[in-house]
């Protein structure tokens, strides 16, 4: 069991650039999550894919971000066109099946920053 | 929907004091809780859960909580803190399986302090 990596950890970008995020889950996991987190805040939900599906959009998941799970294992969540509000940490985290739903495994984030 | 408050926003404790954390939830089912706990640079690590049962969880690295219905509480203690305690406290509320959301949601986060 290796954990949840995300890459990258940090990146800094211009604003109006594309950044994408990769996460790749436990192996054995199929359910897997992206959250966002800002300064002083709880992590948010993003999306969850269950298997290669996308299930569970928030509203926070503006046009400007799209996430893909192809084959069911790793996940890339990309940001287009990106704006100085989009500056956080973004979180993967995944599951299995057979553990109730909130138990999740987090990867140490990737750390956004937009100037 | 579900929503969780976590009043205090940072609490400094003694080592070998004992520690409490408040969590409220506002669901309209019994939820699912859990507890995170988030170091410097680690990512979130799942302390204790509760979704059924025993009111009284135990967790890891030896937190408990306790799951009050009447109060929608969910505080989160620890009997005698040590220095390596210092980390952000986040509750969070899940919905109960068969909702068809998965979403967790957090609390703002407690920052936990220690004093040697």
């Known amino acids: 069991d290796t954990g949840v990596s995300q890459d990258p950890r940090h990146k800094i970008t211009k604003r109006g650039q594309n950044v994408t995020f990769r996460c790749d889950p436990i192996s054995e996991h199929n359910r897997l999550y992206w959250y966002r987190q800002t300064l002083g805040q709880g992590p948010e939900f993003l999306t969850y894919f269950q298997n290669e599906a996308q299930l569970e959009k928030s509203r926070l998941l503006s046009d400007r971000f799209s996430a893909e799970r192809p084959k069911g294992s790793f996940s890339t969540l990309e940001i287009q066109r990106t704006e100085q509000g989009d500056s956080a940490m973004y979180l993967c985290?995944?599951?299995?099946?057979?553990?109730?739903?909130?138990?999740?495994?987090f990867g140490e984030g990737s750390r956004l920053t937009v100037l | 929907a579900q929503s969780v408050t976590q009043p205090d926003i940072h609490i400094t404790v003694s080592e070998g004091a004992s520690l409490e954390l408040r969590c409220n939830y506002s669901y309209g089912a019994t939820p699912y809780l859990f507890w995170y706990v988030q170091s410097p640079g680690q990512g979130l690590q799942l302390l204790l859960k509760?979704?059924?049962?025993?009111?009284l969880v135990q967790g890891i690295k030896g937190f408990e909580a306790e799951f009050k219905r009447s109060q929608s509480s969910f505080n989160l203690r620890k009997p005698s803190v040590h220095w390596s305690d210092a980390a952000e406290y986040f509750c969070?509320?899940?919905?109960?399986?068969?909702?068809?959301?998965?979403?967790?949601?957090f609390g703002k986060g407690t920052k936990l302090s220690v004093i040697p």
């Open positions: 985290a995944s599951s299995s099946l057979q553990i109730i739903t909130g138990e999740l495994f």
């Open positions: 509760y979704f059924s049962g025993d009111t």
């Open positions: 969070a509320v899940a919905p109960y399986s068969g909702a068809g959301s998965y979403q967790l949601t």
